[in-house]
């Protein structure tokens, strides 16, 4: 069974400082995606990154960075210079390859969750 | 803009009530879902639809039931509502794919079960 997770609960950080958001995955599949959502207080998840499990390369949009090792099951994000408009509640999620015939391997699995709080 | 609409942002209903969430995307995307999110739980995963008429269980099913007569439309119906099932409900769609995973969410549907 596919498992995430995100040991951060809640992080709080002042403006400008970098922060690193955790996430370790499980999967027993060879073929997986890895995702980062963000929710602001408004409700809406918001998609920021998708990343398959054959492509390793660290990308970079930006003030924002992910970190992609299969080696430890992680795929953290890290947030560079900080602001307050980064507030939200960040998701880590895995999905593992559902092909085209349906079934159980379509569902997107979610960590619980991490608060970031961004302080002026 | 793609778009995923929930019927209703905040309902307040009272134990034992039949309850409907509506939910509707305009994407053509074939696979829609239903997660509940809890403080501290994250969100958990209730039913999926992968087309039309086509339904899975996810990881918290019981007491509810779904229904998706068209593509665009899926519901998620409470046969009895109980107080443990007050939470917030996330709609989402994707299109079905291998390399298209990425999920759009609805603003979500803020349920109080009294």
């Known amino acids: 069974a596919q498992k995430v997770t995100q040991a951060q609960t809640e992080i709080s950080v002042v403006e400008k400082e970098d922060v690193t958001l955790d996430c370790v995955y499980e999967?027993?599949?060879?073929?997986?995606?890895l995702f980062w959502y963000k929710q602001p207080p408004s409700g809406e998840l918001v998609f920021l990154i998708r990343r398959n499990s054959f492509d390793e390369q660290n990308e970079i949009s930006g003030r924002y960075s992910w970190n992609f090792q299969k080696s430890t099951s992680s795929f953290n994000f890290t947030i560079t210079a900080s602001q307050v408009v980064d507030s939200a509640v960040y998701f880590c999620?895995?999905?593992?390859?559902?092909?085209?015939?349906?079934?159980?391997?379509?569902?997107?699995?979610f960590g619980k969750g991490t608060l970031l709080t961004v302080n002026p | 803009d793609v778009k995923v609409t929930q019927s209703s942002r905040y309902l307040v209903k009272r134990t034992g009530e039949k309850v409907f969430l509506e939910c509707v995307q305009d994407?053509?995307?074939?696979?829609m879902f239903w997660y509940r999110q809890d403080p501290g739980l994250g969100l958990r995963l209730i039913y999926f639809?992968?087309?039309?008429?086509?339904?899975e269980k996810g990881d918290i099913p019981e007491g509810y039931s779904v229904s998706r007569e068209k593509k665009e439309r899926f519901s998620l119906i409470l046969e009895s509502a109980s107080t443990n099932q007050t939470s917030m409900y996330l709609c989402?769609?994707?299109?079905?794919?291998?390399?298209?995973?990425?999920?759009?969410f609805g603003e979500g549907s803020r349920l109080t079960v009294l």
């Open positions: 994407m053509d995307h074939e696979n």
């Open positions: 639809s992968y087309d039309v008429k086509m339904k």
């Open positions: 999620a895995l999905s593992e390859d559902g092909g085209y015939s349906g079934g159980s391997n379509y569902k997107l699995t």
């Open positions: 989402a769609s994707r299109k079905q794919g291998a390399w298209t995973g990425e999920l759009f």
């Open positions: 999967t027993r599949d060879t073929t997986y995606y």
